[in-house]
T-cell receptor, first 112, second 115 residues
Framework: GAGVSQSPSNKVTEKGKDVELRCDPISGHTALYWYRQSLGQGLEFLIYFQGNSAPDKSGLPSDRFSAERTGGSVSTLTIQRTQQEDSAVYLC??????????FGSGTRLTVV | AQSVTQPDIHITVSEGASLELRCNYSYGATPYLFWYVQSPGQGLQLLLKYFSGDTLVQGIKGFEAEFKRSQSSFNLRKPSVHWSDAAEYFCAVAPLTGTASKLTFGTGTRLQVTL
């Protein structure tokens, strides 16, 4: 597609439930990133996929968070047993080279 | 590890006034440098970027930024602010590796424009 697409745009879930957030990167972009933006906070790196290399998971805040990227394209970020502190905007970005980061509009997650 | 500092959390300027948003980075070598803007409820839009060459970089919407190696700074400027510029601005760095790598962001500066 022309841009990075994220779905859903908004998600409200009950504490303790699992959620899946989806990211469709720009076609052909080899790198895909997930960031989290909490209220009043900056952008926190979560995970990074580059081609066929092992993902950089160094930013995942706990083992309740996981992500996969299928076929080098679509990525899903899964949060298990959601907690209220998981409420945030989750942003996805993709790039081909270091100068081409494009962000999606994000998924606003609210845990009630 | 690299870090980015945006010392101003919130700035208010009058429409038509000039603007400078500060950004300082800490990194072992000159990284890729970026400025992004985020309007309420929106994703991040790239304003401009610096890799090498001319240290004064022109971006979209009339913004420019100047890279100063001696000061490890990459400040964003605009000669005359418009009300539509009200948004949050993020400075970011990435390693100069030639391939895509993760961005490290500053905490952002929220710009308010008064009429």
């Amino acid at each position: 597609g022309a841009g990075v697409s994220q779905s859903p745009s908004n998600k409200v879930t009950e504490k303790g439930k699992d959620v899946e957030l989806r990211c469709d990167p720009i076609s052909g972009h080899t790198a895909l990133y997930w960031y989290r933006q909490s209220l009043g906070q900056g952008l926190e790196f979560l995970i990074y996929f580059q081609g066929n290399s092992a993902p950089d998971k160094s930013g995942l805040p706990s083992d309740r968070f996981s992500a996969e990227r299928t076929g080098g394209s679509v990525s899903t970020l899964t949060i298990q047993r959601t907690q209220q502190e998981d409420s945030a905007v989750y942003l996805c970005a993709s790039s081909l080279e270091a100068d081409g980061y494009t962000f999606g509009s994000g998924t606003r997650l609210t845990v009630v | 590890a690299q870090s980015v500092t945006q010392p101003d959390i919130h700035i208010t300027v009058s429409e038509g006034a000039s603007l400078e948003l500060r950004c300082n980075y800490s990194y072992g070598a000159t990284p890729y440098l970026f400025w992004y803007v985020q309007s309420p409820g929106q994703g991040l839009q790239l304003l401009l970027k610096y890799f090498s060459g001319d240290t004064l970089v022109q971006g979209i919407k009339g913004f420019e930024a100047e890279f100063k190696r001696s000061q490890s700074s990459f400040n964003l400027r605009k000669p005359s602010v418009h009300w539509s510029d009200a948004a949050e601005y993020f400075c970011a760095v990435a390693p100069l590796t030639g391939t895509a790598s993760k961005l490290t962001f500053g905490t952002g500066t929220r710009l308010q424009v008064t009429l």
